[in-house]
């Protein structure tokens, strides 16, 4: 999958063709530097997702947790401040990531070791005139 977005707007069209063209997965890695817009592209996926919570950055808690419609949870990793893999085993990370619950996780490269090949790789780059160019799949 790859997809050039303009316009925030935009943003709901990705987010249902990648949740529609990995239906059958539930553990999705983000990469892209700051500001690239991991964060807005997880709301706009949790919100497809029907999510009733706000969604937002979990940079200080590590995970926030949100409730579908259905009750069941979506977990939102940012592991931008991990400075040791320990730190992950300690909130119980595989217990998440193995819970059959949609996981989202922020700066994956800084708990390398725990992504699995068959978890859905997001790539986000900067474009030209501030937009953003949206790559997934299992092998990036």
Not at 22 to 43: L, N, P, Q, W
Not at 60 to 78: K, L, P, Q, T
Not at 84 to 104: H, M, P, R, T, W
Request: with cysteine; proline share 2%.
């Amino acid at each position: 999958m790859k997809i050039t977005i303009h316009e925030e707007d935009e943003l709901q069209v990705a987010a249902r063709q990648l949740i529609s063209e990995f239906s059958a997965d539930r553990v999705f890695c983000f990469y892209g530097e700051m500001g690239a817009g991991k964060t807005t592209f997880i709301k706009k996926i949790c919100e497809l997702l029907g999510a009733t919570d706000v969604t937002s950055s979990p940079t200080f808690s590590i995970v926030n947790e949100y409730v579908r419609i259905n009750g069941e949870a979506i977990y939102h990793f940012d592991f931008y401040r991990i400075e040791k893999l320990d730190d992950a085993y300690q909130i119980g990370v595989e217990d998440y990531l193995y819970s059959g619950n949609y996981c989202f996780l922020e700066w994956p490269e800084n708990v390398a070791p725990l992504i699995e090949d068959d978890f859905v790789k997001v790539k986000i780059e900067i474009g030209e005139n501030y937009s953003r160019i949206i790559q997934a799949g299992k092998y990036l």
